[in-house]
């Protein structure tokens, strides 16, 4: 079974704060996806990244996917209130076209 | 609107009764995936189609949950002799296949079950 642990499970930060989230597993993905998750509503796609070492970039927020494809992170610069939500880090497998889902992060930011 | 639709939204019912959902896919997209998820969590993957055809379906899933996608769009998923512990959000999912790795999943809302 191939599983995605995220840590930590919850995070309530203060406004201006540095976070990182972790996504590990035992298994290698093709590909790696990152989601936001509002209360009430589905997951929205932040990211993806496919390439082993990969870092990406998107305003403050940073991504990497490890170099054995098995773990990635994501970093948040100076978070806002509205970075707040249910962060999921989701696999694809080599062998079919789902997406595994991590376990989720929760993260309260407060003003 | 042409994003994932699902419905209902919010579904209360008596254990031991039948319970359906439907989602409508965004048109063009080919996939659509079916995952559950409780409160905090992570969506648990249930199955998913290709077109008309159901490719996978989780060895979690009891032969009390069947889903179909008859004509390769909208999808039901049906819940039979529902039990407590099938209180969850069960969340539609559509993809356009990218033939490579698993593209973008554009999700519904959900539709909300609980169960008595």
């Known amino acids: 079974t191939q599983l995605l642990e995220q840590s930590p499970q919850f995070l309530s930060i203060q406004e201006g704060e540095n976070l990182t989230v972790y996504c590990n597993s035992s298994?290698?993905?093709?590909?790696l996806q990152w989601y936001r998750q509002e209360p009430g509503e589905g997951p929205v796609l932040l990211v993806t990244?496919?390439?082993?070492?990969e870092v990406k970039k998107l305003k403050r927020l940073t991504f990497q996917f490890g170099d054995a494809r098995k773990d990635s992170s994501l970093h948040i610069t100076a978070a806002q209130p509205g970075d707040t939500g249910l962060y999921l880090c989701?696999?694809?497998?080599?062998?079919?076209?789902?997406?595994?889902f991590g376990t989720g992060t929760r993260l309260q930011v407060f003003p | 609107d042409t994003g994932v639709s699902q419905n209902p939204r919010h579904k209360i019912t008596k254990r031991g009764q039948n319970v359906t959902f439907r989602c409508d896919p965004i048109?063009?997209?080919?996939?659509l995936y079916w995952y559950r998820q409780t409160l905090g969590q992570g969506p648990e993957f249930l199955t998913y189609?290709?077109?008309?055809?159901?490719?996978?379906k989780s060895r979690l899933l009891s032969d009390r949950f069947s889903a179909e996608r008859p004509k390769g769009s909208f999808s039901t998923l049906e819940i039979q002799r529902t039990e407590q512990g099938d209180s969850a959000m069960y969340l539609c999912?559509?993809?356009?296949?990218?033939?490579?790795?698993?593209?973008?999943?554009?999700f519904g809302e959900g539709s909300r079950l609980t169960v008595l």
């Open positions: 989701a696999g694809g497998p080599y062998n079919t076209d789902k997406l595994i």
């Open positions: 048109s063009e997209h080919n996939r």
């Open positions: 298994s290698v993905f093709s590909s």
């Open positions: 999912a559509s993809s356009l296949e990218t033939g490579a790795n698993t593209g973008e999943l554009f």
């Open positions: 189609f290709q077109n008309e055809a159901q490719l996978e």
């Open positions: 990244v496919v390439t082993g070492g």
